[in-house]
């Protein structure tokens, strides 16, 4: 029976059931639903077809291969340990919108064809926007709606560019795609928004920082991957998707050297993180597919560690603002480590999860002569090491006292950091288990004499020149601190640059938004002047103004009929008795009217 | 009763009850004679479809007298599939109107509302069924009079003038049809209009046939409220009383659109319209201002129930776009369209009636917070709303599919992606009724008194059900409209 139901249903049912279940056992089933569905996922295994007609098509609800399975595994261990981690909260519309939102986003990844995948798309995207605006706050509403206008028209495109796809292909079935086509390029467009590519992405910075301390955890973990996903699937090996990975890679990294709201550095490096994938995909090989799973997988547990973290500070501290936080290890000693655990992660340290699955992406592009991409993720890497792995816990725990003195995180809080640090470290240790899993056979051996030298290289020298740079006094602890970062390309850019292009690009961005943001007013009242409540349009007519308007369309009509065989004489005298009636009607109501 | 009858009983059963309704004179009686005979076309009009679908057409022979001669009833596979959406909205809004129309109107003048509403069906169905041009006028001026009178009995005085204006356009519509009738009937001699079909295929460009087509396009797009002689429409469904809106908003345009049908291809024959002459690119033309200058006018409005009028009139922009596809999907999208429409509007104008009866009226001042005090009705409301906009899973979508379908298939992308970039514009007019009912707070004016009465509510929500149920099970409105379209492009 639970064979035929798709594991992301199991998820939805358990969070429609949620509200009208007693307060006590709702956090216990939200939290052992997706264990169900793991459980699920591992007996039915690859190869698992459910069918349905519906719409007149045959329908895979569900088909399971390793690489959905790979995505399927990670996504219901991330949905188990956000219910953990948000255990105490069971009122309101988050729980239940959290459950709905993986899954339907798991349902997603088991999608065999667009319009199911299609279906889930939209569903997911208007539960996770639910759970932007359980942020409570006006800028959570903005966001929100933001947020969700974004989501639905990536969804748009979606079903535009399905239905092209049906009209070229003749099939709705979700396989490997391709640019080729115009259906090609707006699916293309419709995952590439979802996954926040360059200059798509400001959606994501600006909704995740804006939900509650746990929405923002759920949030990280699906929708992004959802889209990696979906390129996977359908754009593996598009060279396209190299260039604009290494762009995403390297450009959050100015904004989040520059940002203050640690929520929001995070949001930014989770856009620089989701870089790494899809140049993974681009390059199309089996490593670099296999680096991009695995880099998912690794990223949705750290990146989940690292906003629990934070989420944990914002409730004990009240804020999550650098400038205002600092020695909280005195106070949260636990939630310090874990955030470490996390940044350690993040950086790819030895030994921790980011290590064995980001250098399978690198090593595959310079296997494959893309010598300058290869340079971009170093310089990546870097960036990561400084924002996420320096500036995060830094600031928040350490730097100088703020003189916070707060509770250590709940207890269910810490257990769900736990066990997402244990993952990460696990990982990290033993890859064998992650490899396995993977879409494609793995041959590669993370833990070679060189490649630990190499990364331990970056990350000493930066620790080096960080606290060289901090002992001489040069920096000023606060903001200046921040730029003391690793390796020689960030340095030599330096944090001035850093901030005039960032200032550069605001500007610029600015200018379009402020110029898009006129024509689109002078554009709305135009409309309005036409349709609003008083427009030409929208006016109640005269009866006789109503009629005028039949007998210009019979006159049209019959014009255009004998256009080809003109008889003016005719046609005018078979209309001018309905001309001269509405004429006299029109008239005589406008006489009443003036009345 | 066999089946050779049935295309006459669907239509003389409401006929009947009108007058039986007249003389009972008083509400509870005219009521019960009123739901009776809409749920006895219902159950002949789906045993009606039964029978064509599996036997074809059904031809019955008024007075025995045979056609071309006597009058003939003729129910094919798309009049059938018409007669069970007509009868079948009937036969829900009938029980919904004992509440609605008790409320809003006086009481002693309820047995003509029940009279007349039973004539409005009658002459509806009669319409449908008839293979006879001229009893097709007939039935026309009965359902349109009656039409009038029931608009005429809204509560706001501003009734009397929308149905005033609805009664002279609607008049001019009926005149020039006729006048078309006539110089077919000049021209054939025959007003059977299968028979007058295959005499005009000789005939069909000379000047007075050209002509009747002209006027039989302007007089119809009146009656079905074509973009830009939609006018009478919005006030019209503004102000009538709740149950008319429901019922004529539902069918009465609907049944224009199988008028119209019927005669571009049962009687000039998809040559002469669609070929020779630039019927399909005017038509194109128009439906496509109406989508967009409809949804956006929709959007300004103040009044939900007005809001909803102008969304009417983008949706038959919708229907009428498909038929200007002439392809075989763009048949099928618009009589699914045809049929998903007029359920989902009529739940739509039945619960924003049960919002006007606890209301006074549906502005949106008297929205806000609306889901606290009228879950349901705001929760079905929201349903319906996302029908209108076409999203997977609701009738809607299943018609905005096939239209893009169409609109791909005959090469036309710019008009698939107009398609979608308009649902836009309905979702941000739905949106509007979400803003007010669920994110604002509870407002000075929204009612108090809780739900809507269960026979509001239930009849309501059958139709929401069903906005539901055919997007999911399309079996009966797409293979029926599909049948129906294969038909007309034979």
């Known amino acids: 029976m639970i064979a035929e139901l798709p594991a992301g249903l199991i998820l939805v049912a358990a969070g429609l059931a949620l509200p009208l279940l007693p307060r006590a056992a709702r956090s216990p089933v939200a939290a052992a639903a997706p264990l169900l569905a793991f459980a699920q996922l591992l007996w039915i295994g690859p190869g698992y077809v459910l069918e349905k007609d519906a719409f007149g098509f045959t329908l895979q609800l569900v088909r399971t291969d390793r690489l959905s399975l790979a995505f399927g595994y990670i996504f219901t261990i991330a949905a188990f340990l956000n219910a953990i981690y948000a255990w105490r909260v069971r009122e309101g519309i988050e729980p239940p919108a959290a459950l709905v939102y993986a899954g339907t986003a798991l349902a997603a990844v088991f999608a065999g064809d667009f319009l199911t995948l299609f279906i889930y798309w939209e569903l997911s995207a208007v539960a996770s926007a639910l759970i932007v605006w359980a942020g409570g706050s006006a800028r959570a509403y903005g966001a929100g709606m933001r947020y969700m206008a974004v989501q639905l028209g990536s969804g748009m495109l979606l079903a535009a560019g399905a239905a092209l796809r049906y009209a070229e292909a003749g099939s709705l079935a979700f396989e490997h795609v391709g640019l080729g086509s115009p259906g090609g390029a707006l699916l293309f467009l419709a995952f590439g928004i979802k996954c926040a590519f360059p200059l798509l992405h400001n959606w994501l910075q600006d909704a995740y920082p804006e939900a509650s301390a746990t929405g923002t955890v759920v949030l990280s973990a699906f929708t992004t991957k959802l889209s990696i996903y979906a390129l996977a699937r359908g754009f593996a090996g598009t060279e396209m998707l190299i260039w604009i990975g290494a762009a995403m890679t390297a450009f959050p990294i100015f904004y989040a050297v520059i940002e203050n709201d640690l929520r929001r550095v995070l949001a930014y490096s989770l856009n620089n993180q989701l870089g790494f994938m899809v140049v993974g995909i681009g390059l199309g090989t089996d490593m670099g597919l296999n680096g991009a799973v695995a880099h998912a997988f690794a990223h949705i547990l750290y990146k989940a560690l690292l906003f629990m973290s934070m989420g944990a500070v914002l409730l004990r501290a009240g804020t999550v603002k650098g400038t205002e936080l600092g020695g909280l290890y005195k106070s949260m000693p636990l939630t310090a480590g874990l955030c470490m655990v996390g940044a350690a992660s993040i950086s790819a340290f030895p030994l921790f999860s980011a290590f064995v699955s980001k250098s399978m992406v690198l090593v595959s592009a310079a296997e494959q002569g893309y010598t300058f991409i290869w340079l971009v993720l170093v310089f990546a890497s870097a960036g990561v090491f400084h924002h996420s792995g320096i500036k995060v816990p830094f600031f928040a725990f350490f730097a100088h006292d703020s003189g916070i003195r707060c509770k250590e995180a709940p207890a269910h809080m810490l257990v769900a950091m736990a066990l997402t640090a244990l993952l990460c470290v696990g990982i990290g240790v033993f890859p064998g288990a992650l490899y396995a899993i993977l879409p494609m056979p793995v041959d590669y051996v993370p833990y070679t004499a060189s490649h630990v030298l190499a990364q331990l290289q970056l990350l000493v020298f930066s620790g080096l020149a960080f606290s060289w740079l901090k002992r001489r006094g040069i920096y000023p602890p606060e903001m200046r601190s921040v730029n003391l970062d690793a390796d020689w390309f960030y340095r030599r850019l330096g944090l001035r640059m850093a901030r005039a292009l960032a200032a550069l690009l605001q500007r610029l961005f600015d200018a379009g938004r402020e110029a898009s943001r006129q024509l689109g007013e002078a554009g709305a009242a135009l409309l309005e002047r036409l349709h609003g409540s008083e427009g030409v349009l929208a006016r109640t007519w005269s009866t006789g103004g109503m009629a005028l308007w039949a007998a210009i369309l019979l006159a049209a009509y019959l014009l255009l009929y004998y256009a080809d065989k003109v008889d003016r004489g005719f046609i005018f005298l078979l209309i001018l008795p309905f001309l001269i009636g509405a004429l006299g009607l029109w008239a005589d109501s406008r006489r009443r009217d003036d009345d | ?490």
């Not at chain 2, 519509?173 to 079909?197: H, K, P, R, S």
Request: proline share 4%.
């Open chain 2, 1 to 490: 009763m066999s089946a050779e009858q049935l295309p006459a009983l669907v239509v003389v059963a409401p006929l009947v009850a009108a007058p039986v309704a007249l003389l009972a004179r008083r509400a509870l009686p005219a009521w019960m004679v009123a739901t009776a005979a809409c749920g006895f076309s219902f159950v002949a009009a789906l045993a009606l479809a039964v029978q064509v679908t599996s036997g074809g057409a059904v031809s019955y022979a008024l007075g025995s007298w045979p056609p071309p001669w006597g009058i003939e009833y003729r129910v094919d596979v798309l009049s059938a599939f018409v007669l069970v959406l007509v009868s079948g909205v009937a036969t829900v809004v009938a029980p919904f109107a004992w509440a609605s129309a008790s409320a809003e109107l006086e009481r002693e003048r309820l047995y003509l509302f029940y009279a007349l509403y039973c004539l409005c069906v009658a002459g509806l169905l009669g319409m449908t069924a008839t293979g006879d041009a001229f009893n097709l006028f007939v039935f026309m001026e009965i359902a349109s009079l009656s039409s009038y009178v029931l608009i005429a009995l809204g509560r706001d005085r501003r009734a009397l003038l929308s149905a005033y204006q609805y009664l002279v356009l609607g008049t001019i519509g009926a005149t020039f049809y006729v006048i078309g009738i006539g110089l077919l009937y000049l021209m054939t001699g025959t007003l059977n209009m299968a028979d007058m079909a295959a005499r005009l295929s000789d005939i069909s460009s000379t000047r007075p046939v050209l002509a009747a087509l002209a006027f039989i396009t302007v007089g119809v797009s009146l009656k079905l409220a074509l973009f830009p002689l939609h006018l009478w429409l919005p006030n019209a469904y503004t102000y009538a009383p709740s149950a008319v809106t429901a019922f004529l908003a539902a069918t009465g345009t609907k049944v224009s659109v199988y008028v119209l049908l019927r005669f571009y291809f049962g009687v000039f024959g998809t040559r002469i319209v669609l070929e020779e002459l630039p019927m399909s690119q005017i038509l194109l033309a128009l439906s496509v201002v109406a989508i967009v200058t409809a949804s956006l006018v929709a959007l300004w409005q103040a009044d939900l129930k007005r809001l909803l009028a102008y969304s009417s009139i983008a949706q038959i922009g919708y229907i009428t776009l498909g038929i200007s596809m002439a392809s075989r999907e763009g048949l099928t999208a618009a009589v699914v369209h045809l049929f998903n429409h007029g359920i989902t509007k009529g739940a739509l104008f039945l619960l924003v009636g049960g919002v006007a009866l606890r209301a006074g009226h549906a502005g949106f001042d008297r929205l806000q917070g609306l889901a606290r005090t009228m879950p349901l009705t705001s929760l079905g409301i929201v349903i319906a709303g996302l029908s209108l906009i076409g999203t997977p899973g609701t009738a809607g979508f299943v018609s905005k599919w096939y239209l893009v379908l169409g609109a791909i298939e005959a090469g036309r992308w710019w008009l698939a992606a107009f398609i979608v970039a308009t649902s836009l514009i309905a979702v941000a007019y739905i949106w509007r009724f979400v803003e007010a009912a669920y994110l604002a707070p509870l407002g000075g004016a929204t009612p108090r008194a809780g739900e809507a009465p269960a026979a509001m509510l239930v009849p309501a929500w059958i139709l929401v059900a069903a906005s539901v149920w055919f997007g999911f099970d399309t079996s009966y409105s797409v293979q029926g409209a599909a049948r129906a379209a294969a038909l007309l492009l034979q």
